[in-house]
Nanobody, 124 residues
Framework: QVQLVESGGGLVQAGGSLRLSCAAS????????MGWFRQAPGKEREFVAV???????VYADSVKGRFTISRDNAKMSVYLQMNSLKPEDTAVYYC??????????????????WGQGTQVTVSS
């Protein structure tokens, strides 16, 4: 079992920055793909970014160049640095973990474990 706990959400003005953290428990963290998803009110959950065990990263087009995903295997944590935030980035952000052999991608069904989410609100 893997448990995930997100932190770092909050209220920020447009153009500002936030750094989300996700602390994981369980074994073999370093081999897991770790992803971030978000869900805005009335919308479907959408992919934001993933970092695989190899260190490869994939980003949604909407956040490319503004968000950076990273991981610290020693701390069993994954981070999402969000810069140049826009009101449309407002959502609940979820951390997710996947043991998928060839690495997880943008599809939510690739991920077995999910955190409870942290709210990010960007004011205009």
């Amino acid at each position: 079992q893997v448990q995930l706990v997100e932190s770092g959400g909050g209220l920020v003005q447009a153009g500002g920055s936030l750094r989300l953290s996700c602390a994981a428990s369980g074994r073999t963290f370093s081999s897991y793909s770790m992803g971030w998803f978000r869900q805005a009110p009335g919308k479907e959950r959408e992919f934001v970014a993933v970092i695989r065990g190899s260190g490869n990263t994939v980003y949604a087009d909407s956040v490319k160049g503004r968000f950076t995903i990273s991981r610290d295997n020693a701390k069993m944590s994954v981070y999402l640095q969000m810069n140049s935030l826009k009101p449309e980035d407002t959502a609940v952000y979820y951390c997710a973990a996947s043991s998928r052999t060839y690495g997880a991608g943008p599809s939510a069904w690739h991920y077995e474990y999910w955190g409870q989410g942290t709210q990010v609100t960007v004011s205009s």
